[in-house]
């Protein structure tokens, strides 16, 4: 989290109605046999699960006419407060008592305010219970009712696994056994604590809130372990395998393939991922607890919850691709904390593009084998091997490596080989990812060269617009927004024998469920008030993309009138139905912007500016069409089966809608010798290449850049720059100067460089806008590769745009930082190093000054300058008006300077 406040009402609450009850025993120090213990029980087989797909007979229901209820809604067991409650506090309990035991749940934040917690309810009986809880502000806690009198176990305490928002799933979970209670959070163990006296009781989830709701939480996949009722697993000790023997090749072919290597290696790959930057084109498929996040912003992370479980990881990029002969390579290690043995990972090669047929080169702690799958039939080509080559040390990093030309096959472990083999039952296909085993598995600079090099493909004929002018539509408020978490009644939904409607799973789900017949989902929210102009886009996920067509409907007027931007495995196509009559706009073309892979989703996008069509897959446009009519009408969702006894399955979500303005008319005015910058890089260059209304270089001191602040934080001019210096943690400080103040400033371009000169955590620094007084401005703030904005106005902080990674942020220390922000009526066009990175609209404030901000929220010791600040004006001077105008020596020590509230402003994926 970004910013921290108090401890929250409910917790407040608890502690000033604990009266009586004694203090419990502190925390003891965690037992590092804990994680070895979940591994021994998730491995075997839950005594209780619930996925909530079906009605509860084991789990208690609940409502009342003002809106609170407790039970399962579209695959979920949710809990909602829409009203205060006498009592802020909601639990639903399963038909479930035990005394020792490991449960699990998924919790999915459904509608937050601004504190809010939700947990976990254990070990409750007539007289006493447990509350587990964890709280928007990243903290946890663990507090015991013994006959109304509540006390902490745990204190409320910060940790960096709890990051609660609308759009994330926690997976919560306690582990008691005996008078040990251990708490978890995504995996993460917190804490472990004594607990005298244990007994049995009622286990289940919860949700507290106050005046300030509503609250809602959805939870999903509940998993219990009652340790008392598990069978003992009977060690089986391992046989002794002989080692098998090793692939010896001889020495002069050994080192020619080494100096073949070597130039293959010399050359440019056709692609390569570090994970310096965050794409999300990295798909997860496999099995029920398989699990992916990112570890960090220079790795990728697998995670497998389960032993036994595994899946394939895919790249979009390159998933469909049919590559021939080639070397791919990639660095993978195991995570620190990794205890299954038995775990394997590896390369997929060859792969086809549903990913059912492809070979496998994997390893484990000092074997490896070569199979390959073909129609679902696995096939082993070279045996268990065992070889000193892969470095099984505790985080040890092997570089794995398959270098493939026609049927020839060989195995690279850390730049040795290790294998060979001939098999051509697969001559082409893409590449990805393997794992198998309850382990984590971090992957980096993954890698591939083409041996052979395929033809280009032909290049379309169209302009591809900057993925920052999307970004400047979809940086201004929508016209409409569904994320289809429940019905909402804006959709019409036909009952049909040949298609199922359906919210599931937090998404708007159509089956077909006969060949080749069209029904479709249709906004009736947007019937009368669609605009004419407009960006519509959804994420649409098939089961197989093969086996159906799927797509957007737009233009809706009737059954015979509309058209349809549809997709189906790598292609797509635009029809339009005129009258019951068949047009085609665009014939079915294959496209690699398209994920083909089964599950994968795909972000599909409808540009409409008068008569002019453009189509977007995963934020790439992919084609255009000009001439077309696109007449008044709503839009819809569809799915179409193809196979045989037309089954076909499509979730859509998020989708979004905004207004766009019309092509421009292309007749110029005669009047004017030029026409206006039509691009922001256009309009930029013209106001650079006037006189700046201001400038300073700080070459020298002076009162309008004074020294200001304490021994926490302070400004100075030193060695031709502005300095900041943040001793103190958990303040901001800012600056602005009252000759700037003075210019009255409306709508205007500033800029300045900035660095730090000595980097700490959680540090932030740039610019201020439109600043009117210590409690109205805009901030633009970059930390770390990521960038935001806040506004405060009445003292009162607000996130404007989520923080966001950009590769245009120079990210080391010293690294140099020009930040921009071109301000014109409602709106704010963000620079970074000339960049265009984002666009806010806010009509707060609509005049106020520019200066320099930096801030230190998880430790003192930050430096940072500021230099070459400048300003144009691109409005027209306002009238000299006898209104207040703030304190010319603003901002004093104190006031500029704040602990600030940031909604949720969390740079963690």
């Given at each position: 989290m970004k910013w921290r406040i108090g401890t929250g009402l409910i917790l407040i609450y608890l502690l000033l109605i604990a009266a009586t009850a004694g203090v419990l025993a502190a925390p003891v120090q965690q037992d590092a046999n804990v994680e070895e213990r979940l591994l021994d029980i998730r491995a075997q087989e839950p005594t209780f699960r619930d996925d909530f797909s079906t009605l509860p007979g084991d789990w208690s229901e609940d409502a009342d006419a003002m809106g609170n209820f407790i039970g399962v809604v579209e695959d979920v067991y949710s809990l909602r407060i829409e009203t205060p409650l006498d009592v802020p506090l909601l639990a639903g309990v399963a038909d479930v008592t035990a005394q020792n035991f490991l449960m699990e749940v998924d919790a999915a934040p459904v509608e937050l305010y601004g504190y809010s917690e939700l947990g976990l309810v254990f070990r409750s009986d007539a007289d006493e219970s447990h509350l587990f809880l964890v709280t928007t502000e990243g903290e946890y806690a663990l507090i015991k009712v013994d006959r109304g009198a509540f006390d902490f176990v745990v204190e409320p305490t910060f940790s960096p696994a709890i990051d609660l928002d609308e759009a994330g799933v926690i997976r919560l979970g306690v582990?008691?056994?005996?008078?040990?209670?251990?708490?978890?959070?995504?995996?993460?163990?917190?804490?472990t604590v004594s607990d005298p006296n244990p007994v049995a009781g009622e286990v289940g989830v919860l949700i507290t809130g106050s005046d300030?709701?509503?609250?809602?939480?959805?939870?999903?996949?509940?998993?219990?372990?009652?340790?008392?009722?598990?069978?003992?697993?009977?060690?089986v000790q391992p046989t002794a395998t002989p080692d098998p023997p090793v692939t010896v090749m001889p020495a002069e072919e050994l080192a020619a393939l080494e100096e073949r290597l070597d130039a293959i290696r010399n050359g440019d790959p056709f692609f390569s991922d570090d994970f310096a930057t965050w794409e999300g084109s990295w798909l997860m498929g496999g099995d029920a607890f398989v699990a992916l996040h990112r570890s960090g912003v220079e790795d990728y992370s697998v995670q497998v919850l389960e032993e036994g479980a595994g899946g394939a990881v895919l790249n979009s990029q390159l998933a469909g691709m049919t590559f021939t002969d080639y070397l791919f390579e990639a660095d993978i290690a195991l995570a620190e904390d990794a205890t299954d043995a038995e775990a394997s990972y590896g390369l997929l090669f060859r792969v086809d593009w549903d990913a059912a047929d492809f070979y496998m080169f994997m390893i484990t702690e000092d074997q490896y084998l070569l199979a390959k799958r073909i129609d679902g039939e696995i096939e082993t080509l070279i045996e268990e091997t065992g070889t000193d080559a892969i470095d099984s040390g505790e985080g040890a990093v092997n570089r794995l490596g398959v270098l493939v030309e026609g049927d020839q096959i060989t195995l690279l472990i850390n730049d040795k080989v290790v294998g060979a083999a001939e098999d051509a039952s697969l001559e082409t296909g893409s590449i990805g990812l393997s794992v198998v085993g309850a382990v984590e598995l971090i992957v980096d600079d993954v890698t591939l060269w083409l041996l052979d090099t395929p033809e280009a493909p032909e290049a379309a004929a169209m302009e591809e617009p900057a993925l920052g002018d999307l970004n400047l539509i979809r940086n201004q408020e929508a016209v409409y927004f569904d994320e289809f978490r429940r019905a909402s009644?804006?959709?019409?939904?036909?009952?049909?024998?040949?298609?199922?409607?359906?919210?599931?799973?937090?998404?708007?789900?159509?089956?077909?469920?006969?060949?080749?017949?069209?029904?479709?989902?249709?906004?009736?929210?947007?019937?009368?008030?669609?605009?004419?102009?407009?960006?519509?886009?959804?994420?649409?996920?098939?089961?197989?993309?093969?086996?159906?067509?799927?797509?957007?409907?737009?233009?809706?007027?009737?059954?015979?009138?509309?058209?349809?931007?549809?997709?189906?495995?790598?292609?797509?196509?635009?029809?339009?139905?005129?009258?019951d009559e068949w047009e085609t706009l665009v014939d079915w073309t294959a496209s690699d912007a398209i994920a083909a892979v089964?599950?994968?989703?795909?972000?599909?996008?409808?540009?409409?500016?008068?008569?002019?069509?453009?189509?977007?897959?995963?934020?790439?446009?992919?084609?255009?069409?000009?001439?077309?009519?696109?007449?008044?009408?709503?839009?819809?969702l569809t799915a179409v089966g193809r196979s045989a006894d037309?089954?076909?399955?499509?979730?859509?979500?998020?989708?979004?809608?905004?207004?766009?303005?019309?092509?421009?008319?292309?007749?110029?005015?005669e009047e004017n010798d030029s026409a206006p910058p039509t691009t922001v890089a256009e309009r930029l260059a013209e106001l650079r290449a006037n006189d700046p209304l201001y400038a300073e270089s700080f070459r020298r001191t002076s009162d309008a850049w004074a020294d200001e602040g304490d021994e926490d934080a302070s400004f100075f001019v030193e060695e031709g720059a502005y300095h900041a210096q943040i001793e103190a943690d958990g303040i901001a400080f800012w600056y602005v100067s009252p000759d700037v103040i003075d210019l009255n400033l409306t709508d205007y371009l500033v800029e300045v460089d900035v660095w730090a000169e000595q980097q700490v955590s959680e540090a932030e620094y740039g610019l201020l806008f439109r600043y009117q007084d210590d409690d109205n401005f805009y901030w633009f703030t970059i930390s770390d590769g990521w960038y935001t904005v806040y506004k405060q106005v009445e003292d009162e902080w607000t996130l404007l745009l989520d923080w966001t990674e950009s590769g245009a942020i120079a990210p080391e220390e010293n690294?140099?930082?020009?930040?921009?922000?071109?301000?014109?009526?409602?709106?704010?066009?963000?620079?970074?190093?000339?960049?265009?990175?984002?666009?806010?609209?806010?009509?707060?404030?609509?005049?106020?000054?520019?200066?320099?901000?930096?801030?230190?929220?998880?430790?003192?010791?930050?430096?940072?300058?500021?230099?070459?600040?400048?300003?144009?004006?691109?409005?027209?001077?306002?009238?000299?008006?006898?209104?207040?105008?703030?304190?010319?020596?603003?901002?004093?020590?104190?006031?500029?300077?704040?602990?600030?509230?940031?909604?949720?402003?969390?740079?963690?994926?």
């Amino acid at each position: 989290m970004k910013w921290r406040i108090g401890t929250g009402l409910i917790l407040i609450y608890l502690l000033l109605i604990a009266a009586t009850a004694g203090v419990l025993a502190a925390p003891v120090q965690q037992d590092a046999n804990v994680e070895e213990r979940l591994l021994d029980i998730r491995a075997q087989e839950p005594t209780f699960r619930d996925d909530f797909s079906t009605l509860p007979g084991d789990w208690s229901e609940d409502a009342d006419a003002m809106g609170n209820f407790i039970g399962v809604v579209e695959d979920v067991y949710s809990l909602r407060i829409e009203t205060p409650l006498d009592v802020p506090l909601l639990a639903g309990v399963a038909d479930v008592t035990a005394q020792n035991f490991l449960m699990e749940v998924d919790a999915a934040p459904v509608e937050l305010y601004g504190y809010s917690e939700l947990g976990l309810v254990f070990r409750s009986d007539a007289d006493e219970s447990h509350l587990f809880l964890v709280t928007t502000e990243g903290e946890y806690a663990l507090i015991k009712v013994d006959r109304g009198a509540f006390d902490f176990v745990v204190e409320p305490t910060f940790s960096p696994a709890i990051d609660l928002d609308e759009a994330g799933v926690i997976r919560l979970g306690v582990l008691a056994e005996g008078d040990r209670i251990s708490l978890l959070a995504n995996g993460e163990l917190l804490a472990t604590v004594s607990d005298p006296n244990p007994v049995a009781g009622e286990v289940g989830v919860l949700i507290t809130g106050s005046d300030a709701g509503p609250l809602e939480v959805a939870f999903d996949n509940f998993t219990f372990w009652d340790l008392e009722a598990l069978e003992e697993v009977e060690e089986v000790q391992p046989t002794a395998t002989p080692d098998p023997p090793v692939t010896v090749m001889p020495a002069e072919e050994l080192a020619a393939l080494e100096e073949r290597l070597d130039a293959i290696r010399n050359g440019d790959p056709f692609f390569s991922d570090d994970f310096a930057t965050w794409e999300g084109s990295w798909l997860m498929g496999g099995d029920a607890f398989v699990a992916l996040h990112r570890s960090g912003v220079e790795d990728y992370s697998v995670q497998v919850l389960e032993e036994g479980a595994g899946g394939a990881v895919l790249n979009s990029q390159l998933a469909g691709m049919t590559f021939t002969d080639y070397l791919f390579e990639a660095d993978i290690a195991l995570a620190e904390d990794a205890t299954d043995a038995e775990a394997s990972y590896g390369l997929l090669f060859r792969v086809d593009w549903d990913a059912a047929d492809f070979y496998m080169f994997m390893i484990t702690e000092d074997q490896y084998l070569l199979a390959k799958r073909i129609d679902g039939e696995i096939e082993t080509l070279i045996e268990e091997t065992g070889t000193d080559a892969i470095d099984s040390g505790e985080g040890a990093v092997n570089r794995l490596g398959v270098l493939v030309e026609g049927d020839q096959i060989t195995l690279l472990i850390n730049d040795k080989v290790v294998g060979a083999a001939e098999d051509a039952s697969l001559e082409t296909g893409s590449i990805g990812l393997s794992v198998v085993g309850a382990v984590e598995l971090i992957v980096d600079d993954v890698t591939l060269w083409l041996l052979d090099t395929p033809e280009a493909p032909e290049a379309a004929a169209m302009e591809e617009p900057a993925l920052g002018d999307l970004n400047l539509i979809r940086n201004q408020e929508a016209v409409y927004f569904d994320e289809f978490r429940r019905a909402s009644g804006d959709w019409f939904l036909p009952e049909r024998e040949s298609h199922e409607f359906a919210y599931r799973n937090r998404t708007l789900q159509i089956e077909a469920l006969e060949p080749e017949l069209v029904s479709y989902a249709l906004s009736e929210a947007l019937i009368d008030q669609m605009p004419a102009n407009f960006l519509l886009e959804v994420d649409a996920a098939p089961a197989d993309p093969e086996a159906g067509i799927y797509g957007l409907v737009f233009g809706y007027r009737n059954d015979d009138n509309f058209l349809s931007f549809w997709l189906t495995g790598d292609e797509y196509t635009l029809q339009r139905q005129v009258d019951d009559e068949w047009e085609t706009l665009v014939d079915w073309t294959a496209s690699d912007a398209i994920a083909a892979v089964p599950g994968a989703v795909n972000r599909l996008g409808v540009l409409v500016q008068d008569d002019q069509i453009k189509l977007f897959v995963n934020d790439q446009q992919i084609d255009r069409v000009g001439g077309i009519e696109t007449p008044p009408g709503t839009i819809g969702l569809t799915a179409v089966g193809r196979s045989a006894d037309g089954s076909f399955v499509v979730a859509y979500d998020d989708l979004e809608l905004w207004a766009v303005e019309a092509v421009a008319a292309g007749a110029e005015d005669e009047e004017n010798d030029s026409a206006p910058p039509t691009t922001v890089a256009e309009r930029l260059a013209e106001l650079r290449a006037n006189d700046p209304l201001y400038a300073e270089s700080f070459r020298r001191t002076s009162d309008a850049w004074a020294d200001e602040g304490d021994e926490d934080a302070s400004f100075f001019v030193e060695e031709g720059a502005y300095h900041a210096q943040i001793e103190a943690d958990g303040i901001a400080f800012w600056y602005v100067s009252p000759d700037v103040i003075d210019l009255n400033l409306t709508d205007y371009l500033v800029e300045v460089d900035v660095w730090a000169e000595q980097q700490v955590s959680e540090a932030e620094y740039g610019l201020l806008f439109r600043y009117q007084d210590d409690d109205n401005f805009y901030w633009f703030t970059i930390s770390d590769g990521w960038y935001t904005v806040y506004k405060q106005v009445e003292d009162e902080w607000t996130l404007l745009l989520d923080w966001t990674e950009s590769g245009a942020i120079a990210p080391e220390e010293n690294d140099r930082n020009r930040l921009g922000a071109l301000v014109n009526d409602n709106s704010a066009i963000l620079l970074i190093n000339d960049q265009m990175v984002a666009q806010v609209g806010d009509s707060s404030l609509s005049t106020g000054a520019a200066g320099v901000a930096a801030g230190a929220f998880g430790e003192g010791g930050l430096q940072v300058a500021f230099d070459d600040f400048i300003i144009w004006r691109i409005d027209t001077p306002q009238p000299d008006v006898d209104t207040p105008q703030p304190d010319v020596d603003t901002p004093q020590p104190g006031e500029a300077r704040q602990e600030v509230p940031g909604e949720g402003a969390s740079r963690e994926e």
